[in-house]
């Protein structure tokens, strides 16, 4: 892995600052200190990473002090973006002018960063992107349009969009698990488990006139089933802090929670002027940094 990222750091081109086209998106920093259930924020340490009037988030860490997300030039075209925390550096994973990459994260093998991509004829698939900048590989050629997805033992649960929107897990070639329909946009794997979780829209309550949808897991391994409670209200985005705790927003609000828990505890709020409404986190356990995707107002 060590070997990954310093092929990263020399081997990509650099972003140069291009100013973005595309959807009022930043990306802002915020300091946090504790682990786990004792993880705390510091909301007054928060500072755009990105300012741009344009597009930058889908924000995923690929190692102890990097991350990626999906930026768009002035072209309306989405590349993947590195950032490096030390060198304080952006630099472009991929420049492409034919299609869009979305959803950016390492693999479970190392050897890929993959991406959601927007072909030039508008199919939409998951596309791998090697670390020793061959070109870049399709990996299901029979499965699209994905929209979001996540990894489990070098295969991706995918949310396939339709009517309804499905859930399925990629066992083999012609060999899918279709695990749910009407799920929301998140989908992420459960630390050290062989889970797959996700927010079913077709399981929801309603709170102050919005909907809070079930969050649900499915186990690859044993097929089993379970629920987590309730989501907050309004909001589709969640990670997992580890096995145990996860983190939701709601506004500029965000909230932890222990999985077994009913209720979300509120840990702070980012003031911001310019900003509102977070969406989708990145969590680095090792920099201490929570990384939050914040519309532009």
């Known amino acids: 892995m060590k070997i990954l990222y310093t092929l990263l750091l020399v081997s990509l081109s650099s972003f140069s600052g291009i100013v973005l086209a595309q959807?009022?998106?930043?990306?802002?920093?915020?300091?946090?200190?504790g682990k786990s259930g004792n993880l705390k924020i510091h909301p007054e340490t928060a500072?755009?990473?990105?300012?741009?009037?344009?597009?930058d988030n889908q924000p995923s860490?690929?190692?102890e002090y990097q991350m990626v997300f999906s930026a768009a030039d002035e072209n309306d075209n989405f590349d993947i973006i590195v950032y490096n925390f030390n060198s304080k550096k952006f630099t472009n994973m991929s420049r492409t002018s034919d299609r869009n990459e979305n959803s950016p994260t390492i693999t479970d093998c190392g050897m890929y960063i993959s991406a959601v991509v927007s072909e030039p004829d508008k199919k939409q698939r998951i596309w791998l992107y090697p670390i020793n900048f061959?070109?870049?590989?399709?990996?299901?050629?029979?499965?699209?349009?994905?929209?979001?997805?996540?990894w489990y033992d070098n295969k991706a649960a995918m949310f396939v969009l339709g009517d309804p929107n499905t859930l399925?897990?990629?066992?083999?070639?012609?060999?899918?698990?279709?695990?749910?329909?009407n799920v929301a946009r998140s989908i992420n794997k459960?630390?050290?488990t062989s889970e797959i979780t996700y927010l079913s829209t077709a399981d929801f309550r309603n709170v102050a006139d919005q909907q809070a949808y079930l969050l649900k897991s499915y186990d690859i391994e044993t097929g089993e089933r379970a629920e987590y409670g309730f989501g907050l209200e309004g909001s589709?985005?969640?990670?997992?802090?580890d096995k145990k705790y996860l983190l939701m927003a709601k506004g500029n609000d965000i909230y932890k929670r222990k999985y077994t828990d009913n209720n979300w505890e509120l840990m702070g709020t980012i003031q911001s002027d310019t900003h509102q409404n977070i969406s989708r986190m990145a969590y680095s356990e090792d920099l201490d940094l929570l990384v939050v995707a914040m519309e532009r107002k």
């Not at 009022?24 to 200190?33: A, I, M, P, R």
């Open 190 to 192: 459960r630390p050290k």
């Open 134 to 150: 061959e070109p870049a590989e399709l990996l299901y050629d029979d499965i699209e349009p994905v929209g979001y997805y996540d």
């Open 47 to 55: 500072y755009a990473l990105t300012d741009r009037p344009e597009y």
């Open 236 to 241: 589709q985005d969640f990670i997992w802090l």
């Open 61 to 63: 860490f690929i190692n």
């Open 23 to 33: 959807g009022g998106f930043d990306l802002w920093v915020v300091e946090t200190s």
């Open 168 to 181: 399925v897990y990629a066992r083999g070639r012609n060999d899918l698990i279709e695990i749910d329909s």
